[in-house]
């Protein structure tokens, strides 16, 4: 059948919003509504007329509420077959009425999860009867439409409903019983029996854009964004203006907005980052200089990039990176003067995050490769002071412990082999991405001489620098590439087997060199 007329729906939900209007307009159109518990109240005490399911069961709810759907009443009338010769004789025999709609939402699972509930409300937040009738009326989708997203009330408020409705709503309610089932598999493996890897792991994620295309044009790319109510991220920021993102703006822009949320509680910062490295990065006394200075450090890769801040975006800052193209700025909020500098940049896309990413949260990260998914925890690592190490004869100065600490909170999102010089709170080089520490070592250098160069500073900013690694130097020709360029302070991870050669080239040089003991690697 294609359209089918709705004389009788099945009404039971979570959350109610738009309920009572959806009822309403139902009843307008004769269709005869069966409720159960809070629903059903919440549709008398509208003036509605509504029949309990206890009515059609012949049984009361019971066992506080777990059981008041789970009836072949119910369930009869959900999956029966309508032009079933045989369905249709036990329908009439038994006494079950068919049911042309339900509308379900689930128990808040999640929310009382995302909320530190104890475990015996977290249990009783698992609902049973709503999956199985959404699973009941989405398989008999040929007769039976199931409404799971408030957003397609409007559609069965008609009183009738096509085949091709009925697909795209079943389609909709398995996807919400297998993201429902997912959050209960997750918790209870990762939470409920602390499994970081569970032998299962299910994944459910909302598609909220089709993308124009890929990384390149010949591939097809959507965007999914993760859900819950405390997450935070490039997913959950708002686009103010601009044109539509792109897969590679969406990629650059959580870069930068992962690096600044590392200097959520620092003074003001500003990051550029181009194709997923960083370009710049600076902390100073405001915004504009912090953007100033992050700019100086590269210039050329700076055109075209991404900016993520981690203040409210204020005009002068505005007016000085609307002095550039730019893709994308992303910021907590923004000023009326800030908003109004990028309003005549259109094609600029601007993005209010709100509240910045907590850099030390949990979570895991998945990467796929043929045949398979490599799935690891965030790298959410910490330098506290006690992990630092001086293994060099002289000490570092206060100013170089800062600017290693600087480098280092830089260099673990730069792409491995990743170098990074810094001085007075501000990037002055950085080398990215290179087969060997020693060519990333000596780029940063050069690149910060082409930008001593362009600016008409008299010596690169590398002079008096202090230079991070990512990983251990397994020689000491990257760390002398280093003293080349005018470090003066080294912070690495160590562990190398030839470490003492590298401390003793370090002593030599007059260098002080922390170590750390941990390692960033990013691939």
Same mark, same amino acid.
């Given at each position: 059948?294609?359209?089918?007329?709705?004389?009788?729906?099945?009404?039971s939900v979570?959350?109610?919003?738009?309920l009572?209007?959806?009822?309403?307009r139902l009843?307008?159109?004769?269709?005869?509504?069966?409720?159960?518990?809070?629903?059903?109240?919440?549709?008398?005490?509208?003036?509605l007329?509504?029949k309990?399911?206890?009515?059609?069961?012949g049984f009361?709810?019971m066992?506080?509420?777990?059981?008041?759907?789970?009836?072949?009443?119910?369930?009869g009338? &959900?999956?029966?077959? +309508?032009?079933?010769?045989?369905? #249709?004789? $036990?329908? /009439?025999?038994?006494?079950? *009425? @068919?049911i042309?709609?339900?509308?379900?939402?689930?128990?808040p699972?999640?929310?009382?999860?995302?909320?530190?509930a104890?475990r015996?409300?977290?249990?009783?937040?698992?609902?049973?009867?709503?999956?199985?009738m959404?699973?009941?009326?989405?398989?008999?989708?040929?007769?039976?439409?199931i409404?799971t997203d408030?957003?397609?009330?409007?559609?069965v408020?008609?009183?009738?409903?096509? &085949?091709d409705?009925? +697909?795209?709503?079943?389609?909709? #309610?398995? $996807?919400t /019983?297998?993201?429902y089932? *997912? @959050?209960i598999?997750?918790?209870?493996?990762?939470?409920?029996?602390?499994?970081?890897?569970?032998?299962?792991?299910?994944?459910?994620?909302?598609?909220?854009?089709?993308?124009?295309?890929?990384?390149?044009p010949?591939q097809?790319?959507?965007f999914?964004?993760?859900?819950?109510?405390t997450v935070?991220?490039?997913?959950?920021?708002?686009?103010?203006?601009g044109?539509?993102?792109?897969?590679n703006?969406?990629n650059?822009?959580?870069?930068?907005?992962?690096l600044?949320?590392?200097?959520?509680?620092a003074?003001?910062?500003?990051v550029?980052?181009?194709?997923?490295n960083?370009?710049?990065?600076?902390?100073?006394?405001?915004?504009a200089?912090?953007?100033?200075e992050a700019?100086?450090?590269?210039?050329?890769?700076?055109?075209?990039?991404i900016?993520a801040?981690?203040r409210?975006?204020?005009?002068?800052?505005?007016?000085?990176?609307?002095?550039?193209?730019?893709?994308v700025?992303?910021?907590?909020?923004?000023?009326?003067?800030?908003?109004a500098?990028?309003?005549?940049?259109?094609n600029?896309?601007?993005?209010?995050?709100?509240?910045l990413?907590?850099?030390?949260?949990?979570?895991?990260?998945?990467?796929?490769?043929?045949?398979?998914?490599?799935?690891?925890?965030?790298?959410?690592?910490?330098?506290?002071?006690?992990?630092?190490?001086?293994?060099?004869?002289?000490?570092?100065?206060?100013?170089?412990?800062?600017?290693?600490?600087?480098a280092?909170?830089?260099?673990?999102?730069?792409k491995?082999?990743?170098?990074?010089?810094?001085?007075?709170?501000?990037?002055v080089?950085?080398g990215?991405?290179?087969?060997?520490r020693?060519?990333?070592?000596?780029?940063?250098?050069?690149?910060?001489?082409?930008?001593?160069?362009?600016?008409?500073?008299?010596?690169?900013?590398t002079?008096?620098?202090?230079?991070?690694?990512d990983?251990?130097?397994?020689?000491?020709?990257?760390?002398?590439?280093?003293?080349?360029?005018?470090a003066?302070a080294?912070?690495?991870?160590?562990?190398?087997?030839?470490?003492?050669?590298?401390?003793?080239?370090?002593?030599?040089?007059g260098?002080?060199?922390?170590?750390?003991?941990?390692?960033?690697?990013?691939?």
């Amino acid at each position: 059948m294609t359209t089918i007329p709705i004389k009788r729906a099945l009404l039971s939900v979570s959350d109610k919003t738009g309920l009572v209007d959806l009822a309403r307009r139902l009843s307008e159109h004769g269709v005869e509504l069966v409720s159960t518990g809070g629903t059903a109240r919440a549709l008398r005490d509208a003036g509605l007329t509504v029949k309990d399911v206890a009515e059609l069961t012949g049984f009361p709810e019971m066992m506080d509420g777990r059981v008041k759907t789970l009836h072949p009443t119910v369930h009869g009338g &959900l999956l029966g077959v +309508r032009d079933d010769p045989e369905h #249709a004789r $036990a329908m /009439t025999e038994h006494g079950i *009425g @068919a049911i042309d709609l339900v509308v379900v939402n689930l128990y808040p699972f999640e929310a009382t999860v995302a909320k530190g509930a104890e475990r015996d409300e977290v249990i009783e937040n698992i609902d049973i009867g709503g999956p199985s009738m959404v699973r009941s009326a989405a398989k008999n989708h040929a007769y039976v439409a199931i409404v799971t997203d408030p957003a397609d009330y409007d559609t069965v408020a008609r009183g009738e409903t096509t &085949l091709d409705e009925r +697909r795209r709503f079943a389609a909709k #309610a398995f $996807a919400t /019983t297998a993201r429902y089932d *997912g @959050a209960i598999a997750r918790w209870f493996g990762t939470v409920d029996q602390g499994e970081a890897f569970p032998d299962t792991l299910p994944v459910t994620l909302k598609r909220t854009a089709s993308l124009r295309y890929g990384e390149n044009p010949h591939q097809s790319a959507a965007f999914y964004a993760a859900t819950g109510d405390t997450v935070r991220g490039i997913g959950q920021a708002r686009q103010v203006q601009g044109k539509e993102l792109s897969y590679n703006n969406l990629n650059d822009a959580d870069a930068a907005l992962e690096l600044v949320a590392e200097f959520r509680d620092a003074a003001p910062t500003c990051v550029i980052v181009k194709h997923a490295n960083p370009c710049g990065v600076a902390t100073a006394t405001t915004l504009a200089d912090a953007y100033r200075e992050a700019f100086a450090c590269d210039t050329v890769s700076a055109f075209g990039g991404i900016i993520a801040v981690n203040r409210p975006l204020d005009e002068e800052t505005a007016r000085a990176i609307a002095g550039i193209f730019t893709e994308v700025v992303v910021a907590p909020d923004a000023d009326e003067g800030a908003l109004a500098v990028f309003a005549a940049k259109k094609n600029l896309r601007l993005l209010l995050s709100g509240e910045l990413p907590n850099p030390t949260r949990d979570g895991l990260f998945a990467k796929s490769i043929a045949g398979g998914w490599l799935v690891q925890g965030r790298d959410n690592g910490v330098l506290s002071d006690d992990m630092l190490r001086v293994v060099t004869k002289r000490q570092p100065s206060a100013q170089e412990l800062a600017d290693c600490r600087f480098a280092w909170t830089v260099a673990k999102h730069v792409k491995s082999n990743a170098i990074v010089y810094a001085k007075d709170g501000a990037t002055v080089g950085i080398g990215a991405g290179q087969m060997n520490r020693l060519e990333s070592a000596r780029i940063a250098a050069w690149k910060a001489k082409d930008a001593a160069d362009k600016a008409g500073w008299a010596n690169p900013r590398t002079i008096g620098s202090a230079v991070a690694s990512d990983a251990f130097f397994p020689f000491a020709d990257g760390l002398l590439a280093a003293v080349e360029a005018g470090a003066t302070a080294v912070i690495q991870p160590g562990g190398s087997i030839r470490d003492e050669e590298v401390i003793a080239a370090a002593d030599e040089a007059g260098l002080a060199m922390v170590f750390t003991g941990m390692r960033h690697f990013r691939h």
